[in-house]
């Protein structure tokens, strides 16, 4: 590559990396309470209490991509909303067909899913970093509450990325410059 096309691969590669969909990515850790439904817990036994409740901690990880990187909002409807790829790995939330939505205001997103039978509801608000967990299989079975935090998980920042990726092409303008000059 000779230097004077170097302006226009760098170009091209500064838009590539600027004009995407946003990623955002959380870990959640979260405490409150749960039953395991039935009599499990008690002691002694209550039949007429319908679930004992324990304390409990959940970890888990939300990340999710929006069309673009802009303020709005999208909607997570199944596989058919604005929002790809949303994952929160609670509960059954992973293998259920979600519905619900996010705002972004200023770069900070909230939002709220929840399961397709509304037995599971994950709410988040970054500006806030809190999070909610409340799940409810029905009378007698599993339940829980939990309420806590959102802290980032660090991606690489595009600066570096694209110092790299400069450092890899003078490395092959250099290597071709070597090339010609042996034969």
Same mark, same amino acid.
């Given at each position: ?75 997570? @409807?199944?596989?058919?909303? =604005? ?8 509960? @059954?939330?992973? @293998? ?34 809190? &999070? ?19 802290? &980032? ?19 092959? &303008? ?6 010609? =000059?042996?034969?």
């Amino acid at each position: 590559m000779r230097p004077r096309h170097w302006p226009a691969a760098i170009a091209l590669l500064a838009a590539a990396v600027t004009a995407h969909a946003e990623h955002f990515q959380y870990r959640v850790d979260l405490s409150g309470t749960y039953s395991e439904g039935g009599t499990d817990g008690c002691y002694p036994p209550d039949f007429n209490q319908p679930a004992c409740p324990q304390p409990g901690k959940l970890t888990a990880t939300l990340s999710f991509d929006t069309p673009d990187n802009s303020d709005g909002s999208y909607s997570i @409807e199944g596989n058919f909303g =604005d929002i790809t790829d949303f994952s929160v790995n609670l509960g @059954e939330m992973p @293998e259920d067909s979600l519905f619900g939505g996010v705002n972004v205001v200023n770069g900070a997103p909230n939002g709220s899913v929840q399961a397709a039978d509304q037995s599971e509801t994950f709410t988040f608000d970054w500006a806030s970093r809190s &999070a909610t967990y409340v799940y409810d299989y029905g009378y007698h079975n599993p339940n829980g509450s939990f309420a806590g935090t959102l802290s &980032a998980v660090p991606e690489p920042a595009p600066t570096p990325l694209m110092l790299t990726a400069l450092a890899g092409m003078v490395g092959v &303008a250099l290597r071709r410059g070597a090339r010609r =000059d042996r034969t």
